[in-house]
């Protein structure tokens, strides 16, 4: 009788899982479920908002133009490296 009562209850929450996860996966659109919004997706950058990258003329590095340091017409990585 012990064992008849096992696979009763093993078949309902086996049943249970079934049916759980087939709401999850039929919810509403935009994945919001009992009323919560959803959760936000990171944005990804425009494909022309990448920032162009520069090649130091003293060692070859590769660096933000944001960070160039022109000096005679070349670019270079860092004060440092641009001639005096």
Not at 23 to 45: E, F, N
Request: glycine residues 10%.
């Amino acid at each position: 009788m012990t064992r008849l009562l096992f696979w009763i209850a093993l078949v309902i929450l086996v049943i249970a899982a079934v049916r759980s996860k087939l709401r999850k996966m039929s919810g509403p659109p935009g994945g919001a479920q009992g009323g919560q919004p959803a959760p936000r997706q990171p944005q990804r950058p425009a494909p022309g908002a990448t920032e162009k990258m520069l090649q130091c003329a003293q060692c070859g590095v590769h660096f933000p133009a944001s960070e160039n340091v022109p000096a005679n017409g070349r670019d270079y990585c860092c004060a440092a490296h641009a001639p005096q």
